[in-house]
């Protein structure tokens, strides 16, 4: 197994590829600071700030190393102990192990908004302190973000659903940040029949004398395959067919007598990206699992795992365009091509202007949804309709774009971009998962008709940005009439426009949405209006005014991420 240290970069003035290894990320984004104190109380950001500067300096240097070489070195099924004995485990890089302890362990990202005494704050934080912190973290390893979300899921799931006995028995564990201690969790739902459409699911559960189930089958999909807990779709005995003949069940690796449970690992996937995170086939052989909630009501409750794991998704997908746009600021800053800095070249400033712009729309998104789950959680009326759309909104948006940003990055930095000596080419391998991960795109867009019919949720969107329009001090023109149209859009295709709308209506709806946000964050960081008049005009309007506007593109949209390092 390989260890890849990155070559030092040269001394300044030196001819060489610019290289930002090393570099703070945290410093390198001046924005992230100077919107956190909008989402988060006062007191807990000073508490946070110095953690996130320190993680920000690990995500260049120490973590974005550690990432590469657990890229290199993927997991390793084993089978059989050296003495020969029939019992699996997975191998993982030393390098996979020691980010596992910086994620669960020292940052505590599947506990802190579970229960307090992480990070040394003495209560469970808001998710938008989970989501910046997660935010840096996945500009240097993304990977692993999977399991830490899935910890966290389950864990939420669990809470809302499980019964006392469950709860108390691995709840300290779930949250844990003793690596020896510690419980990771997981979700099996995806069967070769029953990928996204889960009334298909085969996997059957079968009633133990003692009250647990045995289940049967075989699960397709199964990332962190060799989680402690998994969360399974299974159809019990004698059920309906469809998907109300679905429930819920929690599956433990090892049972409570210590004895390892009636399940195999068939095989890891060989993947695109994510090579870090094993992903495997599991085969249930009369596997014990417990009940999790109301007989029937399975996806209903893996709904809410499912839902937090894709405002997860999103939240990586930003964390990585973040990344891209970093890496090509940095580059665009150094790289000089005709006697000039390409930054300061017109085609290349609309290029980085372009590709800014939809990372900074689904930054605005993150910390909206991440509100409005707070407020959710919190029993605020109308947050939960507000969050249920949101969060398929992100999800189906940020990642696609995700795969442009990251594609776009590679390009500014050139033939070097396309080598894996540097990040961009593992970028873009990792990006085309989030619109896979926890449903296709097709599906995503779907479930936000879905929200609006039995959530009233689209009465909700509009009235929150209406809201947010309202406490905007300098709206920018046109906006609200765009978002008159994006309304009608959705209503027309949920109605006689019919699905097949779903995806223009949600890319709408996304775009006024994250204009709207940004304007409004505009009161405290003024560069966010320049940036919602570019949405507006780019992504909106029919025409691509950008074009045109090449030398109004101001310099304090594409600063130096290295005048901080």
């Not at 505590?108 to 908004?113: D, F, I, Y």
């Not at 999790?292 to 997860?312: F, K, T, Y």
């Amino acid at each position: 197994m390989t260890i890849i240290r990155p070559n030092r970069p040269a001394p300044v003035g030196a001819e060489a590829v610019p290289d930002s290894h090393g570099l703070n990320l945290y410093r390198a984004d001046p924005t992230l600071a100077a919107l956190l104190p909008i989402y988060l109380p006062r007191d807990l950001l000073a508490h946070l700030a110095p953690h996130l500067d320190r993680l920000g300096a690990r995500a260049g240097g120490r973590l974005s190393d550690l990432a590469a070489t657990a890229d290199v070195n993927p997991p390793e099924l084993l089978h059989r102990t050296r003495r020969g004995e029939d019992a699996q485990s997975i191998a993982y890089h030393p390098a996979y192990r020691e980010m596992e302890r910086l994620a669960f362990g020292e940052y505590g990202l599947a506990a802190l908004s579970h229960r307090g005494g992480v990070l040394d704050w003495p209560a469970p934080m808001p998710a938008a302190a989970k989501y910046a912190l997660t935010y840096l973290f996945v500009q240097a390893e993304f990977g692993l973000m999977c399991p830490v979300s899935m910890t966290d899921s389950l864990t939420r799931t669990l809470r809302k659903f499980g019964d006392a006995a469950l709860l108390d028995r691995y709840l300290p564990m779930l949250t844990s940040q003793d690596m020896d201690a510690l419980f990771q969790g997981a979700m099996f739902m995806t069967e070769q029949g029953a990928g996204s459409d889960i009334a298909n699911t085969a996997v059957t559960a079968t009633p133990n004398a003692d009250g647990s189930w045995a289940l049967h089958g075989d699960k397709w999909f199964c990332s962190n395959a060799d989680a402690e807990l998994a969360m399974v779709l299974a159809r019990p005995e004698g059920a309906p067919a469809g998907i109300k003949g679905v429930s819920l069940f929690l599956l433990p690796r090892v049972l409570p007598d210590g004895t390892p449970n009636r399940y195999r690992i068939v095989r890891l996937k060989e993947k695109l990206g994510t090579r870090s995170m094993a992903s495997g086939e599991i085969t249930l052989q009369g596997a014990t699992a417990w009940m999790i909630g109301e007989p029937g009501a399975g996806m209903r409750q893996m709904a809410d795992m499912v839902n937090n794991s894709r405002l997860s998704n999103g939240v990586r997908a930003a964390g990585m365009m973040r990344r891209a746009v970093t890496e090509a600021l940095f580059i665009a800053h150094r790289r000089i091509a005709f006697r000039a800095p390409i930054v300061t070249l017109p085609l290349m400033r609309r290029q980085l202007a372009k590709m800014l712009v939809r990372a900074e729309q689904a930054r605005s998104m993150v910390f909206q949804t991440a509100e409005a789950l707070r407020r959710s959680d919190a029993g605020e009326p109308g947050a939960y309709a507000l969050l249920r759309i949101l969060t398929p909104l992100l999800k189906f948006r940020a990642c696609r774009d995700a795969r442009v940003v990251t594609g776009d990055a590679m390009e500014v930095r050139g033939g070097c971009g396309y080598i894996e000596d540097f990040p961009d080419a593992r970028l873009v391998r990792d990006a085309h998962l989030g619109s896979i991960w926890e449903g296709t795109s097709n599906i995503v867009a779907l479930d936000v008709l879905r929200a609006a019919a039995r959530e009233g949720s689209l009465e909700a969107l509009e009235a929150h940005l209406a809201a947010l329009h309202a406490d905007t001090p300098d709206p920018v023109p046109q906006l609200e009439a765009a978002t008159e149209r994006a309304f009608a859009l959705a209503r027309h295709a949920g109605g006689e426009g019919g699905p097949v709308l779903a995806r223009q209506a949600a890319t709408a709806l996304y775009n006024v949405a994250s204009a709207t946000v940004m304007a409004w964050e505009a009161r405290a960081v003024p560069l966010r209006a320049a940036l919602a008049a570019m949405v507006l005009a780019h992504r909106v309007l029919p025409r691509d005014p950008l074009a045109a506007l090449d030398e109004a593109i101001p310099d304090a949209l594409l600063p130096d991420p290295g005048a901080t390092r």
